[in-house]
């Protein structure tokens, strides 16, 4: 079992994350966007085994919380979610910083996949969009 913070803005792909990696036995936190996921790495002290957070949000973004979380806490695994290819390019630049980038909408399965893969250290499998879509 996997400590795992989640900040995402969107209701329904929060919860949806929230049940699915509960399910699978894995202890979460929710936030509703980048700030309240910052200070709550930092009430824990960084002790989460994964940090899946959207890209898009409200008060600070996934880009900035990538850059902040991994200042602060360089060993946590950052999986970002999106569902705009312009954020995902945005997220290039964090290769040293983040795991992977999953493309919204996302399968339960692709989900599970990635953060599976994740959490076990396994590299990344590199897909295009239109690749993720496909599978969605």
């Known amino acids: 079992m996997a400590r795992i913070l989640i900040a995402e803005d969107d209701d329904n ?3 949806f994350v929230l049940r699915a990696l509960e399910i699978a036995g894995h202890d979460v936190t929710a936030a509703e966007d980048g700030g309240l996921a910052a200070e709550i ?9 994964l940090l899946v ?3 898009k949000m ?23 979610m999106t569902g705009f290819a312009d954020q995902r390019e945005r997220a290039h630049g964090l290769d040293a910083l983040i795991y992977d ?8 399965d692709a989900l599970m996949g990635k953060v599976d893969d994740a959490l ?14 496909r599978m969605a």
Request: glycine share 6%.
């Open 13 to 15: 792909v929060r919860t």
């Open 41 to 49: 790495l930092l009430e824990e002290q960084g002790r989460f085994d």
């Open 53 to 55: 957070s959207d890209i």
């Open 58 to 80: 409200p008060v600070m973004d996934g880009i900035e919380l990538a850059l902040t979380v991994g200042a602060q806490y360089p060993d946590l695994t950052i999986l970002l």
């Open 101 to 108: 980038v999953i493309a919204k909408p996302f399968t339960l």
């Open 120 to 133: 076990a250290g396994r590299p990344p499998q590199i897909l295009s969009l239109a690749a993720q879509a």
